[in-house]
Nanobody, 127 residues
Framework: QVQLVESGGGLVQAGGSLRLSCVAS????????MGWFRQAPGKEREFVSA????????LYADSVKGRFTISRDNAKSTVYLQMNSLKPDDTAVYYCAASSRTYSIRNYYSGNAYDYWGQGTQVTVSS
């Protein structure tokens, strides 16, 4: 089993920045694909970003491309999401996810590819 704990959420003004962290414990996630998803009130969960185990490949939703950066530190079993130029539309609960499965890279845009999920951290961007 893998446990994921997110932190770093909060309230920020539009144009501001936040850095989310997700610490994994239990089984090592060194070889896992790690992802971030978000869910706004009344909306479905949506993909934000993902990173392969080596960090060599990163994926981003079009809505965050150029503003968000995903990274990971395997020695610390931690994945980060640096969020810059935040907009009110970025307001959501952000979830960290881990996938132990091997798929074509395009599959990792879907939440169905992930085995483990964190409890989420709230990000609120005021206008």
């Amino acid at each position: 089993q893998v446990q994921l704990v997110e932190s770093g959420g909060g309230l920020v003004q539009a144009g501001g920045s936040l850095r989310l962290s997700c610490v994994a414990s239990g089984r090592t996630v060194r070889n896992y694909v790690m992802g971030w998803f978000r869910q706004a009130p009344g909306k479905e969960r949506e993909f934000v970003s993902a990173i392969t185990w080596s960090g060599g490949t990163t994926l981003y939703a079009d809505s965050v491309k150029g503003r968000f950066t995903i990274s990971r530190d395997n020695a610390k079993s931690t994945v980060y999401l640096q969020m810059n130029s935040l907009k009110p539309d970025d307001t959501a609960v952000y979830y960290c996810a881990a996938s132990s499965r091997t798929y074509s890279i395009r599959n990792y845009y879907s939440g169905n590819a992930y085995d483990y999920w964190g409890q989420g951290t709230q990000v609120t961007v005021s206008s």
